[in-house]
Each structure stands twice: as structure tokens, then as C-alpha cells.
């Protein structure tokens, strides 16, 4: 009986979802928003309803692409709510931010 609970709790084989968010901890991450802010930041965590913290969050009102350059305003450590995420873009192949 005890393997049985223990099996449930540790799978031995994650979700391909599950995967790929792990594969992205650590990362830096733009997120756009409904209202039209972008953010980005070091993606920390999500959960079920699909919120994301991304830590060392800076938001941009405008998106930072356009030639009209504005400064971000840092907003440290962000919680953005699931349901306002319009889309997400993880930067693979640089590393994150160190922190000193």
C-alpha cells in the first residue's frame, strides 16, 4: 500500500509539459500583457492557473522593439496573472542575470 502512495506522489516519468517548464527555470522571459505592458524577467515559477513570478522583472509600457526607446521601470519580483498573458517568448541561449 505504502508503494502505491509513494508512485503517485513521484512518477517516474514527467510530462513533456512538465519537462519543458522545467527547462525553462532560470531563464529570461518576455511576457506581453492584455493591456499591452511587456515584461521581462527571470521565469521562477507557475502554478495551475497559470501564473507566472519571474524575478529581476522590468516592465516596459511600450514594446521594447520599437525605436522610441524608453527606460524600464524595474519592478523586482512580479506575479503576473494567468489570464492576462497574451504570450510568452524564453530566451534559450543566453544565460540569466547573475545575481551578485
Sequence with gaps: MADVAIEQLHP???SEGRQKL???LNKRMKIRMT???TLIGTFLC?????????GSCEEYV???EKECKEDPRVLGL???PGPHIVSIEVDMYSPSQAVL
Design 12 to 14: 517516474a516519468a514527467e
Design 22 to 24: 522545467r527547462g525553462w
Design 35 to 37: 493591456d499591452g505592458r
Design 46 to 54: 507557475t502554478d495551475k492557473d497559470r501564473n507566472v513570478i519571474l
Design 62 to 64: 511600450n514594446p521594447p
Design 78 to 80: 512580479a506575479m503576473v
